[in-house]
């Protein structure tokens, strides 16, 4: 095992998955001496009926649901924490659930920092410090969830907020929240998850801890994915993509962010197209260049946790590597029926590639340079292997 | 004076790296498919312009059409259209605009203009039937677009002007035309990027006579008595401009406050077209020629100035809570002088009011109160302090501070001033408009909530409407006459006027694709053809609106642009006013899935090739 001079890895959240698991919840927070929380959520969740499920796994707890707040919607604002922050003050709440997918939990971890520091200035936290004292935080993530919900992170207004102190206590992830939803709304957010796992682990400086979680996540979402995406995300399948994508959450938090990962952030923030769309169609080409292009390619043990252990101890140690990127192109491939597979098909203009480049540029300058971030690009345009192939 | 029958069909190309010009002329197959105005700007572009061009780049290039019918004295034709690519926005833009410089290019002989690259130090151009001298403009810059107008006029008939903010690059610089303006979309900044401080033509060298004078006078008449008796050009408009859309759009919860948060204000009536006309003493003010009178000045502080528009009263009053027309009049003036687009500065100022108070972004600026409001302004044209940032509009301060789910644009386009949530055909309009939220490419507000005609709330028949509105004023402006001739020439006709209002609104509602056919704009054609001598029927002059409305699709499709660019900012989609008490949602995605289906695009908005085949739109620069 590969371990480097010096890591770090911090990770809060209890996952509770499964058959029933929604009943844990009262239990969990009384422990943490809580007793009524504030349910976050948005309307389509409430619409699909979810938080009368979770109103009804709380049945014999004798505990009570001090509210339901689902204004969360798809832009998370300073305005809608505030009305949550009110409501969570009037009801006397001292816990927070949240139910849906990485804006309820933004909402629900901001709210958090409103309510525990008891204030309406969300700006006072713009620097977060390490040690904080904030109310049970549990996150029900549901279908389309992409991660972020058990992350560091909350995005209000467009604004970052991190803090190791802001992923959730629990997460809880029960089949009965995991409604069906369209193939692509499946296939998107499983994917940059993937894509972020995968990023994680293939980098250099990955250490054991994110390692192990990420090889979690990578193996659960390729197991899962294909059936998933048939059932629209629920069922047992949807379960386990469901577990993938939330461990995806806590790599991401302990990793650097990989040239993919960056790419598609700011492709996405140039032409408008969705960050889970960029990050899929990126996944590949960006590891396809590391594999040939890069001193240290990518790292074997990647075959294990996507293509199982039996492919992975038939292959010679030296393929290993090259044999995971394979898996992962033909598993991205295989998508193509629910989603375009380059960024030709979603009609940006090619002059655009070069501004992605050279804004990543000085992020990655040691590692890559433009013209590598070019090569990822023009692949990812024209549908083509990287070329190169030192390995 | 010489005569021109018809039109001169030449076109001055204007080299400002290289100053020179050379003489082009349209092809007859170009005339006959775009007609002029906005169509053969458009195309003019097509042929000459790359995808990827920098808009404040030397490779960007204006294009600007009379059209036939601008010198020929037929009503409410003293317009002309000018299409470059925004700045702001990335993509194309087209304005329609009034004031004496159409005229005066025309009579000097040209029906069109295109300038490309860039001086090297301050120029104006001074055009007259010889062609294009290129004047010194040093002693002009930093002047106003007023001052610089009147600076050049010894020997012109009519000039085009930016101000400081367009020397300043401020994205939504405009270009003055007297005092209307080539408003939206950073025409201004195109201008000041190429070091071109004016545009002046000599005018009054050439008169236009109809090829046909007789069928040309009956049509006229025609056109005029139309315009006399209806009751909104001749009634509302006429006496109290565009600010007789206050009223009614307060009551119908159209009228933006508060960055769009509200639709309705119990001071709204202290803004209106009514109380304006009353308090300022107003007289008209207007284009030449004009029927409708639309323009208003009036006594402001004791100064004489022109009454703001609508649009400024909307997005620079009840938008940012200010109910005081003095104040709204001093900031229109300031936007006047300095060069800039009153819809983009007032829509990114309550962003600024919005994002302040929510701890985003730094400034002294309110809700509900005018001060710091001149001085940004100010600050704006002059890029200093925050009015650097602000210059750039409110897409690109949102990315940068946050806030982008209430920065209130589309396609980088800020919003004009009707709430969609009280009229669900202008959203789709809105999400779809080629330009980006412009309430010009299809004012479905107006079928929806003036005239009452469509259920405001629902999303049938909205794509088809909202087609068939964007294809007649895409034919419009390519004739080139003012689009409020909508109102009359329309609604005077046999049929609309005589029908019983409930069939009316039965063949809208649920069959508005089929009851559009049924609608008589033959006037417009007629007046076209009796001027040039040449046929044009009705389904040919509409489909030139469609052609127009796809050529444009297919320009900014090469810039990017698809079904997720057509959609509306996040306030308007999930949040609820007041003035709703059903909290109604607009079905957006229903409607732009009707649209598309109408309009030939893919299910990801992009142009079908057959549908490109149909309307006969050539491969150009763009693949």
């Known amino acids: 095992m590969q371990i480097p001079d010096y890591f770090k890895f911090f990770n809060k959240t209890r996952i509770i998955s499964g058959k029933k698991a929604l009943e844990n919840i009262p239990y969990e927070l009384q422990s943490m001496d809580a007793v009524k929380p504030l349910v976050i959520t948005d309307r389509r969740s409430a619409d699909d009926g979810l938080a009368r499920v979770l109103i009804n796994a709380y049945g014999d707890s004798g505990l009570v649901i ?109 089949p009965r929240m995991l409604k069906k939803r369209g193939k692509t709304e499946t296939v998107l957010p499983a994917l940059r998850a993937l894509a972020e796992a995968v990023e994680a682990s293939a980098e250099d400086v990955a250490n054991p801890m994110n390692d192990s979680f990420a090889f979690a996540s990578i193996q659960l979402i390729c197991e899962n994915l294909a059936a998933a995406v048939n059932s629209g995300g629920s069922g047992k399948a949807g379960l386990g993509l469901a577990n993938g994508i939330a461990i995806s959450g806590i790599v991401w938090s302990n990793a650097p962010e990989g040239i993919g990962s960056a790419l598609a952030e700011d492709l996405a923030a140039r032409t408008g197209n969705s960050r889970d769309l960029c990050a899929a169609i990126l996944l590949p080409y960006a590891l396809d260049y590391k594999l040939k292009n890069t001193k240290k390619g990518v790292r074997g043990e990647l075959l294990l946790p996507v293509a199982g252990i039996d492919r992975y101890c038939a292959a010679a140690e030296s393929d290993r590597g090259s044999l995971g990127v394979e898996a992962i192109i033909k598993i991205v491939k295989d998508m193509g029926k629910y989603m375009p597979l380059t960024l030709k098909e979603l009609n940006i203009p090619h002059y655009i590639l070069e501004s992605t480049a050279g804004a990543v540029e000085d992020s990655f300058a040691k590692q890559y340079g433009k013209g590598s971030a070019m090569m990822i690009l023009e692949s990812a345009y024209n549908g083509e292997r990287v070329s190169g192939g030192k390995k | ?89 990335g993509i194309m833009t087209s304005c329609s605009c009034g004031g004496a410089f159409g005229m005066a290019l025309k009579t000097s002989g040209w029906d069109g203009l295109i300038v490309k690259g860039r001086s090297n130090s ?81 005018g009054k060298e050439f008169k236009f006579l109809p090829v046909n004078q007789k069928k040309f006078d009956k049509a006229k008449k025609k056109a005029t008595d139309y315009i006399n008796r209806n009751d909104i050009s001749s009634g509302s408009y006429r006496n109290f401009g565009t600010n007789a859309n206050v009223n009614l759009n307060n009551a119908g919860g159209l009228l933006p406050v508060r960055n769009f948060t509200g639709g309705t204000h119990g001071e709204a009536h202290k803004i209106s077209g009514e109380e304006m006309a009353e308090k300022f003493k107003t007289s008209y003010s207007t284009c030449k020629p004009c029927t409708i009178l639309c323009g208003h000045k009036g006594n402001i502080n004791g100064q004489v100035r022109q009454i703001p528009e609508y649009e400024t009263v909307g997005l620079m009053g009840s938008n940012l809570e200010i109910f005081d027309p003095v104040k709204i009049s001093d900031f229109n003036e300031i936007c006047t002088l300095m060069g800039m687009d009153t819809i983009t500065a007032g829509g990114t100022i309550a962003w600024a ?168 704009v033959s006037l417009w054609p007629e007046l076209w053809a009796a001027v040039t001598g040449k046929r044009l029927g009705i389904t040919a002059f509409l489909r030139v609106g469609a052609r127009v409305q796809v050529l444009e699709r297919m320009m900014n499709c090469a810039e990017g642009i698809s079904r997720k660019d057509d959609t509306l900012p996040d306030r308007l989609l999930s949040e609820f006013r007041k003035c709703d008490s059903k909290e109604r949602a607009i079905p957006l995605e229903k409607m732009l899935n009707r649209y598309y289906f109408v309009r030939g695009f893919d299910k990801n908005g992009i142009p079908k090739e057959s549908t490109i085949r149909r309307m006969k739109i050539k491969k150009g620069k763009v693949a």
């Open chain 2, 122 to 202: 301050p120029v104006y151009l001074y055009i007259d039937s010889k062609g294009v001298e290129f004047r010194d403009a040093k002693k002009l810059w930093g002047m106003d677009t007023q001052k610089t107008q009147e600076a050049i006029s010894k020997d012109s008939g009519g000039a085009l002007a930016i101000g400081p903010a367009g020397e300043n690059l401020v994205l939504y610089a405009n270009v003055a035309s007297g005092h209307r303006f080539l408003g939206r979309g950073g025409m201004g900044a195109v201008m000041g990027s190429k070091n071109l401080k004016a545009i002046s033509a000599k």
């Open chain 1, 66 to 174: 001090g509210a339901v707040f689902d204004g969360v919607t798809g832009y998370p604002s300073t305005k809608t924490v505030l009305d949550a922050a009110q409501l969570f003050r009037a009801r006397g709440c001292d816990s927070i659930i949240a139910i849906g997918g990485e804006n309820c939990a933004s909402v629900a971890k901001a709210l958090n920092l409103l309510a525990s520091y008891k204030t309406d200035d969300l700006i006072q936290f713009e620097s977060l410090p390490d040690n904080m004292h904030l109310y049970p935080f549990a996150v029900i993530p549901t279908s389309g969830s992409s991660g972020r919900e058990t992350s560091t992170r909350s995005v209000i207004d467009g604004r970052i907020f991190e803090s190791d102190e802001l992923m959730p206590d629990i997460a809880v992830i029960d």
């Open chain 2, 1 to 89: 004076m010489q005569e021109i029958t018809g039109t001169s069909n030449r076109v001055l190309e204007v080299d400002l790296t290289k100053k020179i010009f050379t003489v082009y002329e349209v092809t007859k197959e170009d005339l006959k498919l775009y007609l002029g105005g906005k169509g053969l700007a458009l195309k003019l572009l097509y042929d000459r312009m790359e995808p990827g061009v920098d808009p404040l780049g030397e490779d960007n290039m204006i294009a600007i059409h009379t059209g036939v019918l601008l010198g020929t004295g037929a009503p409410c034709t003293g317009r002309f259209a000018a299409v470059t690519k925004s700045p702001l926005t």
């Open chain 2, 353 to 520: 009011m919005e994002a302040t108070e929510r701890g985003l972004f730094k400034s002294d600026l309110k809700f509900g109160s005018a001060d710091g409001v001149c001085e940004v302004l100010k600050d704006i044209a002059y890029m200093k302090g925050i009015g650097k940032d602000l210059a750039m509009g409110s897409r690109w301060c949102s990315k940068k501070y946050g806030g982008e789910g209430f920065a209130i644009q589309v396609k980088g386009l800020e919003m004009a001033a009707y709430d969609p949530r009280g009229a669900f055909g202008q959203g789709l309009s809105y999400a779809v408009a080629n330009r980006g939220a412009c309430h010009l490419s299809s004012t479905a507000f107006g079928l929806e909530v003036y005239l009452g005609l469509m259920d405001a709330y629902s999303y049938r028949s909205k794509a088809s409407m909202v087609k068939y509105q964007e294809d007649i004023y895409s034919a419009i402006n390519s004739l080139q006459t003012c689009v409020f001739t909508v109102f009359p020439y329309e609604l005077e006709t046999m049929l609309m006027k005589y029908s019983p209002r409930p069939v009316l609104k039965f063949m809208m509602n649920l069959m508005a694709g089929v009851a559009m056919r049924f609608v008589d």
